[in-house]
């Protein structure tokens, strides 16, 4: 069967079996409706693509079923039927979102060809609309609070958005300070079931077993010293949402065996009870240690592990995306300035160079850290190399820190280097015909990137 559905609503036996008749031997899936309130029960309950209605019908005329129609689905193309004496009426239509209009007689060959038409429309349309969401999916420099457009970020934004909708279980990768958390509520808030429910976050590594557990699956009152009353516990209150175990290697191999429960059954009992408890929570799981070195060391559970990795998430430490260096400043710059009521504008090239060289063992959050630092210390618009930590300056290599101090006794490298990168930017251009994004994508930088550097080598024509 046809997955291009049609409605035809008409008070006419004749006109609603003809048309019935030649759409189907067309392909088409056709229902019919004898007036205009059972076509809007239709519509209501299969959503056609198109809706091929009379001006004038008993119960509900052509024109209200139009507003009707375009108030449930204005994605439902609406195609009206009409006397000669009524053209008026359905040009007025058209101005109210109906597709085209018809005159009765209908002629075979003049309907197969508006509805023809109708269904190559929406096919462009939908080419666009998958088109244009593609191009910001590849584009995109921001994805909920992730900053970042490097090609592995760009990968992780497309494997959030292909897992979000399931219920598998999710371990995230990383070293501490590349943003495991904010991928962890990216998750969450891509999932259309889980997003309004709760997204619960434990610190795993914070708490001693005894409280982990107690914090985890709850307690009765006299299951130990201080418990005196009862209390839920994180899993029973994250029932129906999200649950994010943050430094799950810090679990015990008691509460290991718990866990593992609680992901293949879906229960637990509260610490010092008896009583099964039942919950329904998507698990995601987060760690800057290698799971798979302590499963040899016999400190983690393979079966968990296995469990928890259905879908690994690896985050890149920030020394291998220095290209979003740029776009992360920039991000902090403006949080900052803000925080402290401050107008910082800018950051120096000498600053922003200075941020390139360094390792960033600390990753975004020490960059976070720094950027706060330089905006608090900035004593005008803009952060200069002065307003960053000596512990950067310090830990630059010295030929670099070299450059730094005394850049104009390189100030012939530094033309030529320039020189050079002008030549390969005029090539890449050149390759792709003058389009941006090709030649971006050649010289692997951002079009914003390649924007700046042609302004810079004077390569933009005036418009």
Same mark, same amino acid.
């Given at each position: ?198 997204? !619960? ?5 914070? /708490?001693?077993?005894?409280? *982990?557990?107690? $914090?985890? #699956?709850? =307690? ?94 690896? !985050? ?5 995306? /220095?290209?979003?260096?740029? *776009?992360?400043? $920039?991000? #902090?710059? =403006? ?102 994004k090709k030649a971006a994508h050649i010289l692997g930088i951002n079009r914003t990137t390649l924007y700046n550097k042609m ?9």
């Amino acid at each position: 069967m046809s997955n291009k559905r049609i409605l035809i609503a008409d008070d006419e036996p004749l006109t609603r079996q003809s048309l019935y008749e030649i759409l189907k031997l067309e392909g088409y899936s056709v229902s019919c409706a004898a007036d205009g309130r059972e076509a809007l029960s239709l519509v209501e309950a299969n959503h056609p693509d198109i809706v091929i209605s009379d001006l004038k019908m008993p119960k509900l005329g052509g024109l209200e079923l139009l507003r009707e129609v375009k108030a449930i689905d204005g994605n439902i193309s609406v195609l009206l039927m009409t006397g000669y004496g009524s053209i008026d009426t359905a040009v007025e239509a058209m101005k109210e979102g109906a597709f085209d209009y018809i005159t009765k007689p209908i002629l075979d060959k003049e309907i197969k060809i508006i509805i023809q038409r109708i269904f190559e429309q929406k096919r462009i349309l939908d080419e666009n609309k998958f088109l244009k969401k593609k191009l910001e999916r590849d584009s995109r420099h921001k994805f909920y609070d992730i900053t970042g457009q490097n090609y592995k970020m760009r990968k992780i934004y497309n494997l959030i958005e292909t897992v979000a909708p399931t219920n598998a279980n999710v371990l995230i990768q990383g070293q501490s300070g590349t943003g495991k958390r904010l991928v962890a509520h990216a998750i969450h808030s891509s999932d259309s079931i889980r997003k309004d429910k709760a997204f !619960i976050e434990v610190s795993c590594g914070a /708490l001693p077993e005894t409280l *982990l557990e107690s $914090e985890l #699956f709850g =307690h009765v009152r006299g299951a130990f010293t201080s418990a005196v009353k009862d209390r839920q516990g994180r899993f029973e209150v994250a029932d129906g949402g999200t649950i994010f175990l943050d430094e799950i290697d810090a679990f015990s191999l008691k509460l290991q065996v718990k866990l593992l429960r609680v992901l293949q059954e879906g229960e637990f009992e509260k610490v010092g009870d008896t009583k099964t408890i039942k919950v329904n929570v998507r698990l995601i799981a987060a760690t800057n240690q290698d799971l798979r070195q302590l499963i040899k060391q016999g400190l983690f559970r393979e079966d968990l592990y296995y469990r928890l990795n259905v879908i690994p998430l690896d !985050i890149p430490p920030l020394k291998e995306r /220095l290209d979003d260096l740029p *776009l992360l400043v $920039e991000h #902090f710059l =403006h949080k900052c300035s803000k925080k402290i009521n401050k107008d910082i504008k800018d950051i120096s090239d000498e600053a922003m160079e200075a941020l390139n060289l360094y390792e960033w063992p600390g990753n975004v959050r020490e960059l976070e850290n720094v950027i706060e630092r330089a905006t608090i210390l900035c004593k005008g618009r803009v952060v200069e190399k002065e307003d960053l930590p000596d512990s950067i300056l310090e830990m630059i290599s010295p030929s670099a820190a070299g450059s730094l101090r005394s850049r104009n006794a390189a100030i012939n490298l530094k033309d030529a280097l320039r020189s050079s990168e002008k030549a390969i930017i005029m090539n890449a251009l050149e390759q792709c015909s003058g389009n941006r994004k090709k030649a971006a994508h050649i010289l692997g930088i951002n079009r914003t990137t390649l924007y700046n550097k042609m302004r810079e080598y004077c390569l933009l024509k005036n418009n």
